[in-house]
């Protein structure tokens, strides 16, 4: 049967759930990036929370919520690098096994990540399909929980405890930009901000390629009918139903990113913010600066989501 969706309650028990463990990350701000943008930018810096991305929020949530017996038989997922990193180390934190199914070709760095806090690796193809099906049997094979990277209820409470932080912290905003690939962290920011700031408007960023999120939204139904096309590697997977459904309850925007506008925001937050952030997180950025009519004079809240990135290639050498 399907989940309960998370409310506004589950997203404050998840943030006293996770007190103990994540960081209460700090609200950057740029004078050179106010002037580019036209508004007032208040970047939350989930690069700097554990594991390097805001996923350790819901990944903690979810690991935390379970019963005892539950999580002595561990928890598994499948993931492209940074829900895989979190929930490894929210594994440990409580004392568990966790597996994580990757897809080949994922992000080197992310994956060393994930190998890093203890996680049992298991490669498949770089399908949605193949992942789920790993997964499942991975899960049939050990008796652990299933942690989906966004679906989950538990999942999208926690990633609204970032932008409950920004609110709480820099509120009020008028407006308040999130990435959005599977539909987690933008599903719970607007869970959040619908209770603590009824009057802001919820902005998702997405790829031109990967832009199903946005199509869904317009057609009213969800399509995921797609192969992904973007230096976002994060922002890869398909809308989740539940996610789908929290979009079109709070009435959240999307716009989507061509990839050149991502990789110019990015350098421009490695070079006003001296923050490492990764192209799927700079697209927030860059959804601002693509129509800054949409924000002038406004209050803009802008969601970091991470900064997990290969050194060894970086984007914008590959694209040269």
């Known amino acids: 049967m399907p989940m309960p969706l998370p409310t506004f309650d589950d997203v404050l028990a998840a943030a006293a759930r996770i007190a103990p463990h994540a960081h209460a990350t700090p609200v950057l701000r740029s004078r050179a990036l106010d002037a580019m943008a036209g508004c007032q930018l208040h970047f939350k810096a989930e690069p700097l929370q554990r594991t390097g991305a805001f996923k350790f929020r819901g990944a903690c949530n979810a690991v935390w919520a379970l019963d005892d017996a539950s999580a002595a038989r561990g928890v598994v997922t499948h993931s492209s690098g940074n829900h895989g990193a979190a929930l490894a180390l929210a594994a440990r934190t409580r004392g568990i096994a966790c597996h994580v199914v990757v897809p080949a070709g994922a992000n080197a760095a992310k994956l060393a990540n994930i190998a890093r806090y203890g996680a049992h690796l298991h490669t498949c193809a770089a399908t949605i399909d193949a992942r789920e099906a790993t997964a499942a049997r991975v899960q049939a ?33 008028e407006a308040l930009v999130a990435p959005v690939g599977g539909g987690g962290l933008l599903s719970g920011t607007a869970i959040a901000a619908a209770a603590t700031a009824p009057g802001c408007r919820i902005v998702g960023a997405e790829p031109e390629g990967a832009a199903d999120t946005a199509t869904s939204l317009a057609a009213g139904v969800r399509r995921v009918e797609f192969v992904p096309d973007t230096v976002c590697d994060g922002l890869r997977g398909t809308l989740g139903e539940p996610n789908f459904d929290l979009l079109q309850t709070h009435r959240v925007d999307v716009v989507t ?12 937050l490695w070079q006003c913010l001296k923050l490492l952030v990764e192209p799927s997180s700079a697209i927030a950025l860059a959804a601002v600066l693509q129509a800054p009519e949409r924000f002038a004079g406004q209050r803009v809240g802008v969601l970091l989501s991470g900064g997990n990135v290969d050194l060894d290639a970086l984007p914008w050498e590959r694209a040269a």
């Open 257 to 268: 990113v061509p990839d050149h506008d991502t990789l110019v925001a990015m350098r421009l």
């Open 141 to 173: 094979d050990t008796g652990a929980t299933l942690i989906h990277p966004y679906t989950h209820p538990h999942v999208i409470a926690g990633q609204g405890t970032a932008a409950l932080e920004l609110i709480n912290a820099h509120g009020p905003l």
